[in-house]
């Protein structure tokens, strides 16, 4: 009795799922080197890691999971170089942070505006602002401060870093996508 050979089959090679670990952990790297090396000017210093994951978010659309996975790794990773009273308030702000960036894209999707021009300003707008109004709150009660101090001084420093990043998001937003997009990388969630 002969034994039946199975045939062999050719199955292709599957297109790199995690292209987006890969450019999310670069670009917080990156957004963490200039964090720490940024200067605090008049109170102000941009939030370089909340302009890299709402890049990143933009470009690889994360489920809420991801960016939740994103905003915990974006705040551990600032807490050692942050120049706040209570730095890990920061793993709180970067969470809620990148969760908004993630709903903003996923709502500019639903409503076909994906490919919107400005959608990098309005998500590194809002993450920011979301980030930085957590974090201002935590920071409120950790300190004892009163609700006046937050309203005038700390919110409009958060509104100052907001339009700072969100008109660093944009402008790094279409260099990083024509790397992301010409290294193979348009994989979405």
């Known amino acids: ?56 978010t933009n470009l690889t ?21 942050s120049k706040s009273a209570f730095p890990l308030g920061n793993i709180a702000s970067e969470i809620a942070g990148s969760l908004t960036a993630c709903l903003l894209v996923k709502a500019f999707v639903s409503l076909h505006l994906g490919k919107f021009r400005l959608a990098p300003l309005i998500i590194g707008f809002f993450a920011t602002l979301v980030s930085g109004s957590v974090f201002t709150n935590i920071l409120c009660v950790v300190l004892g401060l009163p609700f006046s101090t937050w309203l005038k ?16 998001t944009q402008a790094l937003y279409k260099p990083v996508e024509k790397v992301f997009h010409t290294t193979g990388g348009g994989d979405h969630e």
């Open 153 to 168: 001084v700390m919110l409009p420093v958060v509104l100052v870093v907001a339009v700072l990043n969100a008109l660093i």
């Open 1 to 56: 009795m002969e034994k039946k050979v199975p045939e062999l089959i050719t199955v292709e090679a599957a297109r790199d799922s995690h292209r987006w670990v890969a450019i999310t952990a670069l670009l917080l790297a990156i957004g963490v080197i200039l964090h720490t090396i940024s200067p605090n000017v008049g109170g102000v210093t941009p939030n370089w890691t909340i302009a890299m994951y709402s890049i990143t």
């Open 61 to 81: 659309h994360p489920g809420l999971l991801r960016a939740l996975g994103t905003g915990f790794v974006a705040g551990l990773t600032i807490v050692p170089s």
